[in-house]
């Protein structure tokens, strides 16, 4: 404005000699043009001090001062959400990560789809972590037998104390889960090689070392090689839950989606056939699913390992065998398939006998499934996702017996909750002088160690990540740390000796290991900018040659041992981990307990699950309360007790029971539904959330074994009725309610690849779409139609959508109780149907369902207050602020799809509070709530395209659901737009409409299920 | 038309007394009176029944509607049940007090005033259920169309709710209009007796100056015919629009076209039912038997058996409908009613509204006050019944299976529904105790004397009869 070179000018004398004349203009009024005694402000101040002080007896909330940022943060700007790229710290697969950020707090995790491994996909564990970070329950500072301490004091103890195990030359031993960081390797590596005699013993809880162990004995490297599901034409699943929890789901998920793409003439369709004890999501979406018990997993294989060694000529000497669990024609179909497709088959197995993964490595051997570009890569981009080796912990639990370990250090893992000796790992642990938790919460394990130095949430940690040979990602903080917590890295590098932060340690590591190995042309300084930027790099690897197979390993492995006979109460108990609660590492929290099962759909609790022929003949039902006994480790025995599930598909020798329950901690989820006087709290007897299986894991032959426990089942003469979001599983109803219950209702559509493949050109349903009378003129034509397309096909029901919902909607948890009453919360929810196949086994559908944001809406007319109203985009959109709550709208939808708030849930953990997205409304009290279609996301890309003066793309609109979808199941367009590809997938022959014989015209569309069969009819709709 | 005015004149008279007088007399009695031990207990249990709704309201109110049984499924159960429950209970007095008039049916004369109080309280009682059950029933008003700042936001007109509000408030309305003009002429019978007093001061006010004269007399019939004129097409249309809540939307079950008839008849056959359950009790606690014969007891239940024919009628129709319309759902819906988990709620509608009426085929039935009492309490809970069974089942079981559930009341929904019955008998038993129970003025022109029989009447009140003939001349 006024700079010193500006003409000064003067009205009189009297200013110019002031020397205030500015100028001219600005100081145009000296007379003020309200008289002083009543200045504007001093009036406005007035007005408004009067209106507040009416206000103040009808204020709704009392006003809590906000202070903003004094200096405001550069790169921050209020109401922007900022990404980072970082990697997923959930379980060992190591899927890339975006970090939403607003206003510095990192609010909702998304798929990074730069990552080569999982391309944009985050499972529902993933999703969920950030929660994790704002958890009270965090450590916020070291501890010392359980009392907070300084770090200095501590880091002074520590080192003295390994001094004196220096000195006398006594075992250290770090004990962690798989290290997929490569830093973090080389730091441990740096620590522990100041000692003689130390070592790093890996496990993992969910243990893979099978596998890794079978082609240490076949192909002598002792890896777990890199499958390769996009690649597979056939695959064979074989007690390997690889869509759900096996190794790296979200890979494993796109891979064996892109097989299934059904693009193309054929279309591409793998055949899958699963092979299992349990009904997993895997099979759930297999072609074929067999029923096998446990034990009978090694003669399935070598009956399968026969047909094969028939029909390639590989030598595989199988000795005479019992007959097969499954008809010997199906299998020599099988063999003939894989063999027909030898380089494009893959035969996983997943139940940690060694002897079972030694066949299965031969027959894939056979196949030339090892062959460089086939589906398994040994030797070119191994995996480090499972390190751990069973027999490895086995001799340390060992050495601590003997009193020989001077020091533990335990890192990531959690060995007294997990390991089968639950209390003997505790007791062990204290005849160990020097035991250092690295715990960011509070566990079994932490409790028994002498100094708990807690690690950052990896949200506020420098790291990285190799989770494949070659392929490294960056694992970036998006905030300060809340709590007085160290990154392990730094920790390590203190106890080294050589204090650095994490920064420094990954930075130092990627320019002296990672950079070489780039053989970039950049200099490291870009190199590393790009790397941090896109959160992934993947290396060159060298070519290697695979190892030579040495086939008289088969001569090695026991044989079958004869099927011993049973008591009438003695099952084989399975422990399996679930989509949503893993090993227990993230127990803590609830948006997990919360997210029901995709295959039974209950919520906050573990559970016995029968076939319901063994129900039947065991007469129980579900809800029932059993106690499951088996003889461990000699005189020792181990119980627990557990409400029943009956699970159609289930093998009938099994009773399966989850991992991961039962941990210390969530005795704090006992209440955290709302409290009124009927209500129930979450957990019996204020314990923990389900019961702990440990007691009955077996550490045998070398390996974990997770389903050889024999246990005998006996009713526990009480009820506790389960929290399942769905009670009734089929299509149809019983026949007890008239013929009109036993039609399948057109609600799931489902066809064969046969029928689709003869379909060919004529895909086109233009003019096959029925015309449905109107009442209205069509004279509002949509600026925009936004709408879904969801495949069904794809869906493998794996949960990461309601989770990627819950967090960008803020959505409550309820607790165990509301779930029991109905009332769970979630906008989109996962239906789940079975239907019976004749030979025990079921055939599944998973449909996500949320708000059809139909555009005849049976709820938008019914609303008394025109709380829900229709937009010109073709969205249906709940006004809470209008909601008066008469639920009639809920009552009128045909999807049932609509959320009602029937009690204030709980917002008040203030840290647990920052997790919140501020574009979404937290709703109160008696209000309705429905999806949305994440319209806040639409209307900021819309903003931003508007900024940028650019065109609204396709494809630059993504909802929550569609973002997190590892299957790519999701399509989110719009509708008129022709060019859009959810256009495009809506005029296929595969889509159709829920419940379009209403006439709602809905905007989420369907395609419909395509599985392989044999040649029957065509377009079955399901029941 | 003459003749038949004739004849309605000549038929046997409904009410035999000694005198005028004495009608007044007995009708008055317990109006300043002592009230009886009986009537005290009576109003003590249902002003406690009143006070647990009441908390059972108040702590719903404040917590939330969590505390009920509804869940994402069932939207509405014990609310909208007990909302269509009282509303139809309402309905027997308009019918009584307009189109029984309308009809010249002279036995109206000992009911009507009790029937139309019953209305209006239980009206009350329906009114509470859809404030209450809103998630924010602070923001009530909202449903007004009220002129407002917030951009005009005006009401959705295309709701049914919208709809039912306009009902009710306008048949609530009417039937106070209608029950006040049929009471002046008796508040000045009172307003004479009274002693000097607050009481009398208020009786002069309310009873607008009547003094009886004829001139008063004609104006007044002929505003009580034309109330009674423009009350007659709410009979109709209160429930039949309470019945498009449900006619109007897409749920099997809900989803139907006999509904507004089929809620019309059900309303009557429920409202005669607790018409001759508080007839019944009055007429033994309150000395009424001169004045509420057998005959009444009789022609109200041949009223229940034709309502309750209707009714059959219709279930038997829902489940032709469902068969003949070859739509799974709506088949699925009927099968699940009648087979269902709640089957038990539909056969217990079915046995109490048809079957037990059945019973009143026998005049010696309807004559027997202990039998027709049995039945009316029966239908009252069938018909309660009847609409938990067409709320509940349509919704526990739509289109999704996955979204199937079931429902439970709370002990919260229990102590609501109970404290609304508080409601209505504590406002009913006020009722007995301030307010002539008995249209006087009404009933002294269906006299007779026990010895002058049917053809010798006395002395008659200014006819109103000829007056109405006269009109319709």
Redesign the interface.
């Known amino acids: 404005m006024a700079n010193d070179t500006a003409p000064r000018y003067w009205r009189n004398l009297d200013e110019r000699d002031a020397g205030q004349g500015g100028p001219c203009g600005t100081d145009e009024f000296i007379e003020p043009v309200l008289p002083d005694l009543f200045p504007r402000r001093g009036f406005l101040k007035a007005a408004g001090f009067g209106l507040a002080a009416l206000a103040a007896g009808c204020t709704r909330a009392p006003v809590e001062k906000a202070i903003p940022f004094l200096v405001n943060p550069e790169e921050i700007t209020p109401g922007r959400s900022l990404y980072y790229a970082s990697t997923c710290a959930g379980c060992s697969a190591a899927c890339g990560l975006l970090v939403k950020s607003r206003d510095g707090r990192p609010i909702k995790l998304e798929g990074n789809p730069q990552h080569p491994l999982s391309r944009g996909g985050l499972c529902a564990v993933g999703q969920a972590s950030v929660l994790e970070l704002y958890d009270n329950r965090r450590l916020a500072a070291p501890q010392r037998r359980g009392q907070n301490a300084p770090w200095a004091e501590i880091d002074t103890e520590i080192v003295a104390r390994l001094g004196e195990v220096r000195r006398r030359g006594q075992r250290v031993r770090v004990l962690t889960g798989s290290v997929v960081s490569p830093t973090l390797q080389a730091a441990i590596g740096r620590f522990l090689s100041s000692f003689d005699d130390a070592r790093h013993v890996v496990y993992d809880a969910l243990s893979s070392a099978a596998i890794l162990e079978a082609h240490e004995r076949t192909h002598h490297v002792r890896v777990l090689p890199h499958y390769r599901f996009d690649r597979a034409d056939v695959i064979v699943g074989v007690q390997a839950d690889f869509l759900g929890t096996w190794i790296a789901p979200v890979e494993f998920t796109r891979g064996w989606r892109d097989g299934r793409s059904l693009d193309g003439t054929p279309p591409r369709c793998s055949y899958h056939v699963q092979a299992e004890s349990i009904l997993t999501v895997t099979g759930s979406k297999a072609d074929r699913r067999y029923r096998i018990a446990p034990s009978q997993t090694g003669l399935l294989l070598r009956h399968l390992a026969r047909h094969i060694a028939d029909r390639t000529g590989v030598a595989l000497p199988i000795g005479d065998l019992p007959p097969a669990p499954v008809a010997d024609s199906e299998l020599a179909d099988l063999a003939t398939r894989l063999h027909a497709t030898r380089g494009r088959s893959l035969v996983v197995c997943g139940n940690q006998s060694l002897d079972d993964e030694v066949v299965t490595n031969l027959i894939n051997h056979a196949l030339g499934n090892y062959d460089a570009g086939a589906t398994i890569d040994l030797v070119g981009r191994p995996s480090k996702q499972k390190q751990g080796s069973d027999r490895e912990l086995r001799h340390l639990l060992d050495e601590m017996e003997e009193g020989a370990v001077g020091a533990l250090f335990v890192l990531g893992a959690n060995p007294v909750g997990d390991l089968p000796r639950f209390h003997a790992f505790a007791d062990l642990a204290r005849k160990v002088p020097l035991t250092v938790g690295l715990a960011s919460s509070p566990d079994e394990t932490s409790q028994v160690c002498t100094y708990v130095c807690p690690d950052h949430h990896p949200l506020e940690s420098w790291a990285d990540a190799e989770p494949v040979d070659g392929i490294v990602s960056i694992c970036q903080p998006v905030l300060e740390p809340l709590g007085d917590t160290r990154s392990a890295l730094e920790s390590l590098a203190v106890w080294t000796g050589t204090p650095q932060s994490a920064y420094e340690l990954v930075r130092e590591y990627w320019e002296r290991v990672v950079f070489p190995r780039a053989a970039a042309s950049e200099p490291f300084e870009t190199f590393w900018d790009r790397a941090v930027e896109q959160g992934v790099i993947t290396l060159p690897t060298a070519a290697r040659a695979l190892p030579t197979v040495d086939l008289a390993v088969l001569n090695r492995i026991a044989p079958l041992a004869p099927a011993g006979t049973r008591a009438i109460n003695e099952l084989t108990l399975v422990l399996y981990p679930t989509v949503t609660m893993l090993d227990g590492r993230h127990a803590n929290n609830p948006w997990l307990h919360e997210l029901p099962d995709p295959i039974s759909k209950v919520t906050w609790d573990n559970y016995a699950s029968l076939s319901p022929a063994t129900a039947t003949r065991l007469g129980l039902g579900e809800g029932k309360v059993v106690r499951l006994e088996a003889a461990v480790g000699g005189a020792g025995k181990a119980a627990m007790e557990l409400s029943v599930y009956v699970q159609p598909g289930q093998h009938d020798d099994v009773v399966a029971v989850a991992m991961g329950y039962g941990r210390l901690g969530t005795e704090r989820f006992a209440r955290v539904g709302?409290q009124?006087?009927?209500a129930q709290p979450a957990t019996e007897g204020d314990g923990p959330v389900g019961v702990s299986v440990a007691p009955f894991l077996e550490l045998t032959e070398g390996t974990m074994r997770y389903t050889t426990r024999v246990v005998t089942i006996a009713a526990a003469g009480r009820t506790r009725p389960l929290a399942a979001t769905?009670?009734?599983?089929?299509?149809?109803?019983s026949p007890?309610?008239?013929?009109?219950?036993t039609?399948a209702?057109p609600?799931v559509r489902e066809t064969t690849v046969a029928a689709l493949a003869a379909e060919g050109a004529s895909r086109d349903r233009s003019g096959h779409e029925p015309i449905r009378p109107d009442l209205w003129p069509d004279d509002h034509p949509y600026a925009h139609r936004w709408g879904l397309v969801i495949d069904l096909n794809a869906c493998t029901g794996c949960s990461a959508c309601v989770i990627a919902c819950q967090a960008e909607n803020n959505i409550p948890v309820v607790g165990r109780d509301?779930v029991r009453?109905?009332?769970?919360m979630h906008w989109m929810?996962i239906?789940?149907?079975f239907s019976d196949t004749g030979d025990g086994s079921v055939d599944v559908v998973h449909?996500p369902?949320l708000c059809q944001h139909c555009a005849h809406a049976?709820c938008e007319?019914?609303?008394?207050?025109?709380a829900t109203v229709h937009s010109a985009e073709g969205l249906n959109e709940q006004v809470y602020n209008?909601?008066?709550?008469?639920?009639?709208c809920?009552?009128?939808c045909?999807?049932?799809v609509?959320?009602?708030?029937?009690?204030?849930y709980r917002h008040d953990d203030v840290r647990a509070n920052l997790v919140l997205n501020p574009d979404v409304t937290v709703r109160s009290?008696?209000?309705?709530e429905k999806c949305s279609l994440c319209v806040q996301r639409v209307q900021e890309a819309k903003a931003e395209a508007r900024r940028l003066g650019e065109p609204l793309r396709d494809g630059d609109i993504t909802t929550a659901c569609e973002q997190s979808c590892p299957a790519r199941a999701i399509v989110f367009g719009d509708l008129a737009d022709a060019s859009s590809r959810a256009t495009k997938l809506a005029a296929g022959g595969r889509h159709f409409r829920?419940?379009e014989e209403?006439n709602?015209r809905p905007g989420v569309g369907y395609l419909s299920v395509v599985r392989h069969r044999p040649a029957q009819g065509d377009d079955k709709r399901h029941g | 038309m003459v003749e038949r005015v004739a004849a309605a004149a000549r038929e046997a008279p409904w009410v035999e007394v000694d005198s005028l007088s004495q009608v007044t007399e007995d009708i008055c009695r317990p109006i300043g009176g002592r009230p009886t031990v009986l009537w005290w207990v009576g109003f003590l249990l249902a002003l406690s029944v009143l006070g647990v709704g009441t908390a059972a309201i108040g702590y719903q109110i404040a917590t939330g509607i969590g505390t009920w049984g509804l869940n994402r499924t069932v939207g509405w159960a014990f609310d909208i049940t007990n909302f269509v429950f009282w509303i139809g209970i309402g309905h027997a007095g308009t019918l009584i007090s307009a189109i029984l008039f309308l009809l010249r049916q002279r036995w109206r004369t000992s009911v009507n005033r009790a029937a139309e109080a019953m209305t209006l309280f239980a009206v009350m009682c329906a009114g509470l259920f859809p404030l209450i059950h809103m998630g924010r029933p602070w923001l009530a008003f909202w449903m007004f169309p009220y002129p407002n700042t917030r951009g005009s936001l005006w009401i959705n007109f295309r709701s049914p709710l919208v709809w039912d509000f306009f009902a009710i408030s306008t048949y609530f309305t009417i039937s106070l209009m209608f029950w006040y003009v049929g009471l002046i002429p008796d508040l000045a019978t009172v307003r004479d007796r009274a002693r000097a007093g607050l009481g009398k001061r208020l009786l002069s006010w309310f009873s607008l100056g009547w003094n009886g004269s004829y001139r008063v007399w004609q104006r007044y019939e002929i505003v009580y015919l034309l109330l009674a004129g423009l009350a007659t097409p709410l009979v109709v249309s209160v429930h039949t629009i309470v019945s498009w809540d449900f006619a109007t939307s897409v749920i099997p079950g809900w989803h139907a076209t006999i509904f507004p008839p089929y809620f019309v008849a059900g309303a009557i056959f429920s409202g005669m039912a607790m018409v001759l359950t508080l007839m019944i009790i009055a007429r033994a606690t309150m000395r009424l038997e001169r004045y509420i014969t057998r005959r009444h007891v009789d022609v109200m239940s041949k009223l229940v058996i034709a309502t309750g024919g209707m009714v059959a009628l219709a279930y038997g129709t829902e489940f032709f409908m469902a068969l003949y319309s070859a739509n799974q759902y709506e088949q699925f819906v009927f099968m699940n009613r009648a087979l269902g988990p709640f089957s038990w709620a539909y056969w217990t509608m079915v046995s109490c509204n048809v079957i037990a009426p059945q019973l009143l085929w026998f005049t010696r039935v309807r004559r027997h006050l202990g039998a027709v009492f049995a039945v009316s309490i029966f239908v009252n809970i069938g018909m309660w019944f009847e609409r938990f069974t067409i709320i509940v089942t349509s919704l526990h079981r739509d289109y999704l299976p996955s979204s199937w559930a079931d429902y439970a009341p709370t002990s919260i929904e229990v102590a609501t529904l109970a404290g609304s019955v508080g409601l209505f008998f504590t406002c009913f038993l006020i009722f007995c105790r301030f307010i002539p129970v008995i249209a006087m003025s009404e009933v002294k022109g269906v006299i007779g004397t026990p010895s002058a029989g049917a053809t010798g009447q006395p002395e008659r009140p200014p006819e109103r009869l000829p007056a109405l003939a006269g009109m319709e001349a």
């Open positions: 709302p009124w006087i009927d769905q009670r009734h599983h089929a299509i149809t109803a007890r309610l008239g013929l009109a219950a039609v209702r609600i509301e009453r109905a009332r769970e929810r239906d789940r149907y449909q369902m049976p007319t019914v609303c008394p207050v025109l209008r909601c008066v709550g008469t639920r009639y809920a009552n009128n045909p999807y049932k609509r959320r009602f708030n029937w009690f204030t009290r008696g209000v309705m829920v419940l209403l709602v």
